[in-house]
Nanobody, 124 residues
Framework: QVQLVESGGGLVQAGGSLRLSCTAS????????MGWFRQAPGKEREFVAA????????SYADSVKGRFTISRDNGKNTVYLRMNRLKPEDAAVYYC?????????????????WGQGTQVTVSS
């Protein structure tokens, strides 16, 4: 059974930092792009960041560019999202996803596997 399990969410003050982790089990995703999406209450799920299979290319939403960094460790079957200078508008449930392709994609349609999400709350 393939599972993606996120961790690292929590409550942080505005301006603070968090690092999310997503570990896969059941199969390896070392040949798949990985991504992070988020969904705030009453809003649609939106793209946050993506990374190619080898970590050689990344893509970010404009709203997080320069503040968030996506990375991966294929040996650990884990992808990370480092979030700095957090803002109240970053508060959401963050989802990890594994793509059905090697290159990073901003479209949720490219992702075949999804985690259950981890809550990020940012206080002002």
């Amino acid at each position: 059974q393939v599972q993606l399990v996120e961790s690292g969410g929590g409550l942080v003050q505005a301006g603070g930092s968090l690092r999310l982790s997503c570990t896969a089990s059941g199969r390896t995703f070392s040949s798949n792009a990985m991504g992070w999406f988020r969904q705030a209450p009453g809003k649609e799920r939106e793209f946050v960041a993506a990374i190619s299979w080898d970590g050689g290319s990344t893509s970010y939403a404009d709203s997080v560019k320069g503040r968030f960094t996506i990375s991966r460790d294929n040996g650990k079957n884990t992808v990370y999202l480092r979030m700095n200078r957090l803002k109240p508008e970053d508060a959401a449930v963050y989802y990890c996803a594994a793509a059905n392709r090697m290159l990073a994609s901003t479209s949720a349609l490219s992702y075949a596997y999804w985690g259950q999400g981890t809550q990020v709350t940012v206080s002002s």
